[in-house]
């Protein structure tokens, strides 16, 4: 494993990395308090980055990014860059389980190495140690890879409600540069209008302006 | 408002303070993308602070101490403390129409202002802003406000599943001091026993032990 960190207390990089299958546990500690910390931590380490790279995009798209770079696909992104499963301390059982290569597994790691960083060095090396991790995956692909749409629908579907609908409510301008009005409307949430050049980028539009009236009540 | 914090970019304290109705909200920023922020930093100082006083507690109860210190309530709680309510800089409808009592108000710029204090003097100043507000909110009693059950309730009927039911499995020792264990079964999810002095405590015990298990899914 290639990281960027050198830990002065080598026990919290052993806990970071001991999975709670671990026999002598007791003596021990697994990563579990560790990942809880890590997990708020690299919260705050990502909204702060975006919320200074991005200084003109509003809260709504600051969200979707947000949860697009802390989402288990991502986690487990980076942490495979650095073979965090192969490090991952674990009994026998778990192992011949496929343990290692278990996503939940490697995500939980991944966090807790973060809250052992922090612990460690403070949130100045935690942040670089981050950053540093997840440089690669800061392309407007990876951060936008869930689309507004599909958060939407996961965000209404989570509360049980059903899936949103898109209307076309309007098209203007010449054939070749048509500009497209669309309402999503979402059950018991509200609905929104917003613009776009073709029908899916107007839809887009709408959606995160949807988000965006959430993420504001 | 008498906060223990000096800006030194005092549109960053103003950005914080300005509710999205208010006019001129184009040339002054509203302190949406500040709430973003705030609440991740939020997030992140008192995972630290129950994370290294509770040295001994397991993850689950970390969980639960942060969901009820960091809820709209304990927001709200810490933000009257200091008439948040009053300085909210909005337009004249929202005002009229209780804007400044609006719990949600107070919260989002509650959260804006340590997302400011955090933009404007570090990591270490927000954590000694936010702990010394919080200060008086760290008593067992707040921290384990909502009890297991409630929130085990909660967790379980978000994702739209029927509430969990208990059921005293054993009961042992003399009739004085009788020792439970009580089972507790959710839909879907799975169950986890508990033993306790009493059935409540008994119930109580079982409600984290699933709390847990769900958190290290």
Chains 1, 2 share one sequence.
């Not at 980055?49 to 995009?57: D, E, G, L, N, V």
């Amino acid at each position: 494993m290639k990281i960027s960190y050198n830990f002065k207390d080598s026990n919290l990089l052993k806990q970071a990395l001991t999975h709670p299958s671990h026999k002598s546990c007791n003596k021990n500690p697994s990563y579990e308090r560790l990942e809880f910390l890590g997990d708020k931590i690299l919260g705050a380490i990502i909204a702060k980055y975006i919320y200074i790279k991005f200084q003109h995009s509003p809260e709504g798209h600051l969200s979707l990014m947000h949860s697009n770079l802390v989402s288990s696909e991502a986690i487990n992104k980076v942490a495979n860059k650095v073979s965090i499963g192969e490090f991952i301390i674990m009994d026998k059982g778990e192992e011949n389980s496929g343990g290692r290569k278990n996503a939940n597994n490697i995500e939980n790691v991944m966090e807790a190495l973060i809250g052992a960083v922090f612990l460690d060095g403070g949130y100045q090396e935690s942040e670089k140690f981050v950053l540093d991790l997840w440089e690669g995956t800061f392309s407007r692909d990876d951060m936008m890879h869930k689309n507004p749409k599909s958060l939407l629908q996961e965000i209404v579907q989570k509360s049980g409600k059903s899936i949103p609908t898109y209307e076309v409510t309007k098209k203007s301008g010449p054939s070749h540069e048509s500009i497209f009005e669309v309402c999503v409307t979402a059950q018991d949430i509200g609905s929104a209008h917003a613009d776009g050049n073709s029908i899916k980028e107007a839809e887009c539009n709408a959606a995160l302006k949807l988000i965006e009236k959430l993420n504001l009540k």
